[in-house]
Structures are given as structure tokens and as C-alpha cells.
Nanobody, 128 residues
Framework: QVQLVESGGGLVQAGGSLRLTCAGS????????MGWFRQAPGKEREFVAGISWTGGRTDYTDSVKGRFIISRDNAKNTVYLQMNSLSPEDTAIYYCAVDTLAPFIPTIRRFLDDYNVWGQGTQVTVSS
């Protein structure tokens, strides 16, 4: 069973940067695509970024393209989300998740139901 723990959240001023880390356990971590999602107060959880099991493919929601970078280190069972040029609209709880429905798939999926292992989340607050 894969378990995930996010860290790296905090309070930052607009225009600043944060790097989120998602540490996974379990030997199957490197076989599955990973995603970062976020949920702002009063809003539904949404896809932010995803990365293939090899790390060779990435996908981003339009609002973070050019500002966020997702990466992974399978040797360390870790996925990262580098967030730059942050704005108050990025304020949310950020979650990492594993797409464990199928290993070794080339397509990065964006729907919440495709991910069935989640971390506890880390709060990101961007002040104006």
C-alpha cells in the first residue's frame, strides 16, 4: 500500500516561490503516474499538475503553466512541485495523489476519480 506525505507549504508573499514535496512509501511508487491537486476554500478540488511514472511527461492546468514545475525522483520515492510567481489565487490546500488504477500508463489523467491514494495535504497561503 502506497502512503503519501506532503510538506513544504506555508505563507508567502505574492510573487514568491515555494517548493512542495510529496514523499511516498511502498515499492510500487515508481510504477505509477502522480498528480498534484489543490482545493481552495469553498471550491472543488482541482487538478494542478501531473507527471508520468518515468518523469518524461508532464501536464499542467492552464492557470499554472509557465509558473509551476512538477518533477519526481523515483529513487527517493518523491514528487516535487516548484511553484513560482505565486498569486493570492494560488492559495489552497495542496494534495499529491497516485494514479494507481493502472501502472506504466502513458496518459496523465486529470480526474479526481482516477487517483485513489492521497496525502493529507499541505496549506499554501499567498498574501497580496
Amino acid at each position: 500500500q502506497v502512503q503519501l506525505v506532503e510538506s513544504g507549504g506555508g505563507l508567502v508573499q505574492a510573487g514568491g516561490s515555494l517548493r512542495l514535496t510529496c514523499a511516498g512509501s511502498g515499492r510500487i511508487f515508481s510504477s505509477y503516474n502522480m498528480g498534484w491537486f489543490r482545493q481552495a476554500p469553498g471550491k472543488e478540488r482541482e487538478f494542478v499538475a501531473g507527471i508520468s511514472w518515468t518523469g518524461g511527461r508532464t501536464d499542467y492546468t492552464d492557470s499554472v503553466k509557465g509558473r509551476f514545475i512538477i518533477s519526481r525522483d523515483n529513487a527517493k520515492n518523491t514528487v516535487y512541485l516548484q511553484m513560482n510567481s505565486l498569486s493570492p489565487e494560488d492559495t489552497a490546500i495542496y494534495y499529491c495523489a497516485v494514479d494507481t488504477l493502472a501502472p506504466f500508463i502513458p496518459t496523465i489523467r486529470r480526474f479526481l476519480d482516477d487517483y485513489n491514494v492521497w496525502g493529507q495535504g499541505t496549506q499554501v497561503t499567498v498574501s497580496s
